[in-house]
């Protein structure tokens, strides 16, 4: 079971994991990860959050072997507002 994704140096452990090939146009596969992890309201929230604005990252998932270039293509979260005190957000990326 995945329990780390790492996004330009910065280690999320994630609370569930997906992968998958997609087809591409040209003779690499592409792959397309998605998973959801928890986030504390407050430092860990702006620091998350300033984070996943890059868009673009060095992608490591260890216990799969997977590592790439990759962007964002959609993410959520459970709270709109995780600058209040004591809130946790699960946030999904795929």
């Not at 790439?68 to 004591?86: A, P, R």
């Amino acid at each position: 079971m995945v329990t780390e994704v790492i996004l330009n140096g910065v280690s999320i452990p994630v609370i569930s994991f997906n992968v998958e090939s997609l087809e591409s146009t040209t003779d690499k596969s592409l792959l397309k990860i998605t998973f959801d992890f928890k986030v504390k309201s407050g430092e860990e929230y702006h620091k998350i959050t300033t984070l996943l604005y890059k868009m673009n990252f060095d992608v490591k998932v260890p216990k799969e072997e997977i590592e790439f270039k990759g962007t964002i293509h959609n993410y959520s979260t459970s709270f709109t507002n995780l600058y209040e005190k004591i809130m946790l957000g699960c946030f999904t990326l795929n």
